[in-house]
């Protein structure tokens, strides 16, 4: 099955539902069926969107090899429907599954930007740097409405907060006004996640990203801003898109980033199943080496939960990509100067009443 069959649910970067572990009610598309037109098509293009409050919207990150400390999602789903999220698979957790639901049915919780405020201005907060997207994109679609993303970047710049961004969508530009105080006070960082170059790639694997061009332009907007930017090759899929290595990092250099990061792919949980799927729906004469090559970075399986090994990978051909991504940022002259957030400055208690002095 191509690509441009009619069983294929454009739009969407996961082809199907799942079971949730959870919910025994939960339920998946069945792979026998035939009457597509009985699917409704239509449903699995729209969107859902509900509103939510969160008790703290800042969580403590505890995996020891992700160089983040806190991190902040004022959404749970994301519509970008990335094939690989790794984050598909908590959506669990609110009682939806990791295929379909997770890219149309998507949480906004609504109290972010207060949640977010109530935490920073204790007393007792180190002012520590905290990182936007975590787990799911603050700049999804939706935030281009609801704005919870700009309000939560408002309130790091009233009280000095330092802040980190991850974001596939070129909707950060938006806020180049607020980043740019920001980065006057070495207060912000923003990385843009470009796995490929190639626009038809993208837009099977990431259906509602933005697209590479766009990514690439965003660097160059914010980098003239002089926002210090940076991104992330990731995930690289083996097989796939690593051969998109040197060409990524050197257009990414051109274009302003001073850094550059890397992941290999792995398919924790059910997304391995979500994956294979969407491959062979893509990629069908791909899919046994692609698959077969992320296992040998993975000690044979296509997740390795290990810390320290699930980032990079292990084996030949880890070895291969961590080479070549580092030959090449040499080459580009990434990753020499280090970024240092001020963590110094940060505006303690509440100073909401100040404001109006």
């Not at 959870?22 to 969107?49: G, V, W």
């Not at 980065?183 to 990431?206: P, Q, W, Y």
């Not at 990978?313 to 030959?327: A, E, N």
Request: aromatic residues 10%; charged residues 25%; glycine residues 6%.
């Amino acid at each position: 099955m191509n690509y441009s069959s009619q069983h294929f649910i454009k739009g969407r970067g996961a082809q199907k539902n799942i079971s949730n572990r959870f919910c025994k009610e939960s339920y998946h598309l069945d792979e026998d069926f035939t009457d597509y037109n009985a699917l409704d098509e239509e449903s699995y293009r729209k969107t859902a969107y509900q509103e939510v409050e969160t008790k703290q919207i800042v969580n403590k990150v505890k995996s020891p090899d992700i160089r983040l400390e806190y991190s902040v999602n004022p959404y749970q789903g994301c519509e970008h429907g990335c094939t690989y999220c790794y984050a598909r698979y908590s959506h669990h957790y609110w009682g939806y599954n990791s295929g379909l639901d997770f890219e149309k049915n998507i949480l906004i919780k609504k109290n972010a930007a207060k949640s977010f405020e109530n935490f920073i201005s204790k007393s007792t907060w180190s002012g520590r740097p905290i990182t936007l997207s975590g787990n799911t994109d603050c700049y999804q679609p939706i935030e281009r409405k609801f704005k919870i993303t700009r309000n939560i970047l408002k309130i790091a710049d009233k009280y000095n907060q330092p802040v980190s961004i991850i974001t596939k969508n070129a909707l950060v530009c938006r806020d180049i006004d607020i980043l740019g105080r920001m980065a006057e006070r070495n207060l912000c960082r923003v990385f843009l996640s470009i796995n490929s170059l190639d626009e038809t790639l993208v837009r099977k694997m990431e259906p509602r990203t933005s697209s590479a061009r766009q990514r690439i332009n965003s660097l160059k907007k914010l980098s003239e801003q002089n926002i210090p930017v940076g991104i992330m090759n990731a995930p690289i899929v083996p097989g796939l898109n690593d051969h998109e290595i040197p060409k990524i990092l050197e257009a990414a250099k051109k274009n302003g980033a001073k850094w550059a990061n890397y992941t290999i792919v792995r398919l924790n949980g059910d997304i391995s199943e979500i994956f294979k799927d969407w491959l062979q729906k893509t990629y069908p004469d791909k899919t046994s080496k692609v698959l077969n090559h992320i296992k040998a970075c993975h000690n044979g399986k296509l997740n390795d939960s290990r810390f320290g090994d699930r980032v990079h990978g292990t084996g030949v051909i880890s070895k291969l990509i961590r080479d070549t991504f580092r030959l090449h940022c040499k080459i580009q002259g990434l990753n020499k100067e280090k970024f240092i957030f001020n963590c110094q400055d940060l505006k303690r208690g509440d100073i909401s009443q100040l404001s109006l002095f």
